[in-house]
């Protein structure tokens, strides 16, 4: 990169609330509003697997990112198409147009899903290393802050103005968010035939799985440590501590959001000046001790306030710290998008399975005296404690063995 002049890492908490304020949509605001029109649960969790189908298969096309187009051209497309399906939701009944709806609503999510990679990528090439902790940490700011309020600001203009007007805000929104990508100056991949260009891909990627760092990143991706699979039960434990509607939208929602960019904005600035995995892993066990603390808490509203929005500022480090030592471990090769949301795809994989194991805590915890939150919670101490002891003998293995290698040995890496 040498001294080539880069935006400052703010600029990507504000591309990333597209992404935040679509989620959020799908999420928070289109549920609520197809239970008001009183449509059933099964259709309601059928149009919402719809919309996330997306994010979670988008390094099937991530490598067209790579494949010689800018990715600003890329972020600045799909936040148009985001922004246009967006609005058309606003027009459709979905009760009479239900398949309809649930289209041009997953289009929207996977625009967007297009727009982070984008994103990602841009925070890999353009700037330096010592910058990417503080892009990683607005980035997962703008993420979870946007979620949280894009969400909130979502149901609330469906609830209280015309749909022209709410369509019109959200583009206005998108877009807005999306004209600073104009300041970012991205170098121009080298064009190549297509068959070229993605067996070059293929190779720049396996060179980096099959590296130490690649495989060993790779294995930290799909620990459970630093998931934060609780928050995703965390409204259906709200009965156990006696919390009602109001919290549980409150706490989980714009307060929630706030806290955990907070915790994003620290995990960033951390990473810039330790080791970033060492960070996360640090921060997995900080989420763990508010798990505890939660766990083992007064069964009350405010016990249930102070936990939730503890293990969400916690996490935010832990997010934070882990899109850090992604960022850097990707570099600046041609296959940055695609590496990242490989990444990315793994990450997402450990966060569903420790859900499941959270919420089989919460039924085993259930039938005993310690309680179905505690059981819960239990479980996703136990879980990061388990994958901070593997991570921590692989780490130890590969040392003793660097310790044994004769000097004349290859690098490892």
């Not at 996360?280 to 405010?302: E, N």
């Not at 935010?316 to 296959?335: D, N, Q, S, V």
């Not at 239990?378 to 879980?383: C, E, H, I």
């Amino acid at each position: 990169m040498g001294k080539a002049t880069h935006v400052h890492p703010a600029v990507f908490g504000v591309l990333i609330v597209p992404f935040g304020l679509a989620v959020g949509y799908a999420q928070v605001a289109v549920p609520f509003l197809l239970k008001a029109r009183g449509m059933e649960i099964g259709p309601i969790a059928t149009v919402s697997a719809l919309a996330s189908w997306p994010h979670g298969w988008k390094f099937v096309w991530a490598p067209a990112l790579d494949a010689g187009w800018k990715r600003r051209s890329w972020f600045l497309g799909a936040v148009a198409v985001t922004a246009a399906a967006l609005s058309a939701t606003t027009f459709i009944d979905p009760i009479a147009h239900l398949v309809l709806y649930a289209s041009i609503l997953a289009l929207a999510q996977g625009a967007v899903a297009t727009s982070s990679a984008a994103v990602d990528a841009l925070m890999a090439i353009t700037l330096p290393n010592d910058k990417k902790g503080a892009a990683a940490g607005w980035s997962m700011a703008g993420n979870l802050g946007g979620t949280g309020l894009g969400g909130a600001l979502a149901l609330w203009l469906a609830q209280h103005v015309s749909p022209t007007l709410t369509s019109v805000i959200i583009a206005v929104l998108c877009a807005g968010c999306a004209l600073p990508a104009l300041l970012i100056h991205e170098t121009p991949p080298e064009k190549h035939p297509i068959g070229r260009a993605f067996l070059n891909l293929a190779k720049d990627v396996w060179t980096m799985i099959k590296s130490r760092a690649g495989w060993t990143g790779l294995l930290i991706c799909l620990s459970p440590v630093g998931t934060g699979a609780a928050t995703q039960l965390f409204s259906a434990v709200a009965g156990d501590y006696n919390a009602g509607e109001w919290h549980v939208e409150l706490v989980n929602g714009v307060l929630g959001g706030v806290v955990g960019a907070i915790g994003c904005l620290i995990g960033g600035y951390l990473a810039d000046r330790m080791n970033r995995r060492l960070c996360y892993v640090l921060a997995g066990l900080l989420t763990s001790i508010c798990a505890i603390i939660m766990a083992f808490g007064p069964a009350t509203p405010g016990g249930y306030a102070f936990g939730c929005l503890a293990y969400q500022f916690a996490n935010g480090i832990a997010y934070a710290a882990w899109a850090a030592f992604i960022l850097e471990m990707i570099g600046h090769g041609p296959g940055v998008t695609t590496k990242y949301s490989l990444f990315t795809g793994a990450a997402n994989q450990a966060i569903s399975y420790v859900t499941w194991l959270d919420g089989y805590g919460y039924k085993w915890g259930s039938t005993r005296r310690i309680g179905g939150r505690a059981g819960m919670l239990g479980m996703d101490v136990l879980a990061t404690l388990a994958g901070i002891g593997i991570l921590g003998a692989v780490m130890l293995f590969l040392r003793r063995k660097d310790a044994t290698a004769s000097p004349d040995s290859p690098p490892t890496e």
